[in-house]
């Protein structure tokens, strides 16, 4: 596990996503995110994420084959500094796995009083989809 010595207990805005039991984030601090008017995340679009994890993937299991970002359960996190809330949009699969959200929670520093969590279909992978 990577220590963020120099951003301890900053929180992380950007996205992850679950793939069996591993989630795979792509984040920065807060002070370091793409700020659009009163949101802040990372300024990389959901395909250029994916394309990147993907690689990773791809180089760790040659036969890795999900091509398409959205089959998978993902999740995002956006800083909103005017209601100074992080707002959690997660998908379903995730949000009902107690241990991967809390290792979410952990991960990406996101203080309790000011996290928000979201559901909606945006974040809805293949599985949740035909529900
Ligand atoms: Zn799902």
Redesign the pocket.
């Known amino acids: 596990m990577a220590k963020f010595s120099k951003h301890e207990g900053t929180p992380f805005v950007g996205m992850f996503y679950a793939i069996g039991s591993i989630i795979y984030y792509v984040m920065v601090p807060v002070d370091q995110g793409d700020r659009q008017e009163d949101d802040v995340s990372t300024n990389t679009t959901h395909y250029e994420w994916w394309r990147y994890i993907y690689r990773i993937l791809k180089r760790q299991n040659p036969h890795f084959d999900i091509e398409d970002h959205e089959y998978v ?1 993902r999740g995002r996190v956006i800083y909103n500094t005017g209601e100074d809330i992080y707002y959690l949009y997660v ?4 949000r009902k796995n107690k241990r991967q959200m809390q290792e979410i929670l952990n991960t990406m520093h996101l203080p309790k009083g000011k996290t928000k969590m979201v559901t909606n279909f945006h974040y ?5 989809r035909k529900d």
Do not use: G, S, T
Request: proline share 10%; net charge neutral; aromatic share 0%.
């Open positions: 359960p998908d379903r699969c995730i809805q992978c293949e599985k949740c």
